[in-house]
């Protein structure tokens, strides 16, 4: 499909371990964000890259997130030493007009630190 | 930054009545405001958007109003039917959905009595 597309839907890991979420946007669309979404919550910004940089990383709660879009398409979330309160759904969302234009998010991968 | 707060929680209307959701935001630099419509497990979908240059916006059922002097704006929706339960998160950006993301509310889960 011409979606935003995200693997893996769902995650389960143990606590301490790394986890990797991958995003595919939408093909052209120059901009790319994560956003974190707890159980009952709206949508976390977390990071957002235009093109391959992240031009805004201000939402990553901690060093332990890292994301990385080296061509400026796929791009990954890292997560390292996991912990409980990382559970979450994590939504990838582009755009080809990040100034003047809408969000299209991907289905989201939940995470389940145990 | 930013804080957005959304009201009600929940809502329960009699199919056919109006819906109206009302949210708050607090940086008078806001000046993008999209409405997103997220299904139980799916990803959300923006169904209206205002900028800060109009006061309203309608597409069909559904209606957008900003007061900036306020800093509110509100979602109608008109002649609810059963699709329309869903979760609906109000959401604001300085940069029109562009550098700093969007900051989104809790979100309202609005429900449709038959």
New interface residues.
């Given amino acids: 499909g011409a979606g935003?597309s995200q693997t893996p839907s769902n995650k389960v890991t143990e606590k301490g371990k790394y986890v990797e979420l991958r995003c595919d946007p939408i093909s052209g669309h120059t901009?790319l964000?994560w956003?974190r979404q707890s159980l009952?919550?709206?949508?976390?910004?977390l990071i957002?890259f235009?093109g391959t940089g992240a031009?805004?990383d201000?939402?990553l709660p901690n060093d332990r997130f890292f994301a990385v879009r080296p061509e400026g398409s796929v791009s990954t979330l890292k997560i390292q030493r996991t912990e409980r309160g990382d559970s979450a759904v994590y939504?990838c969302a582009s755009?080809s007009r990040?100034?003047?234009?809408?969000?299209f998010?991907?289905?989201?991968s939940r995470l389940t630190v145990l | 930054g930013e804080n957005?707060e959304?009201h009600p929680s929940t809502l329960s209307v009699q199919e056919g009545d109006s819906a109206v959701i009302k949210c708050t935001y607090s940086d008078s630099a806001s000046n993008y405001f999209?409405w997103y419509k997220q299904e139980l497990g799916?990803?959300?979908?923006?169904i209206i958007?205002i900028r800060s240059n109009v006061g309203e916006k309608k597409d069909q059922r559904i209606a957008v109003t900003l007061n900036k002097t306020a800093k509110h704006f509100s979602l109608h929706i008109t002649e609810t039917q059963p699709e329309d339960s869903a979760v609906y998160?109000c959401?604001a950006s300085t940069?029109?959905?562009?550098?700093?993301?969007?900051?989104?509310?809790?979100?309202t889960h609005l429900i449709i009595q038959p």
């Fill in positions: 935003v901009a964000y956003y009952g919550q709206g949508p976390e910004f957002y235009q031009a805004d201000s939402g939504l755009t990040p100034n003047t234009g809408e969000l998010f991907g289905e989201g | 957005v959304q999209p799916k990803r959300p979908q923006l958007d998160f959401a940069t029109g959905g562009g550098a700093d993301g969007l900051t989104f509310g809790k979100g």
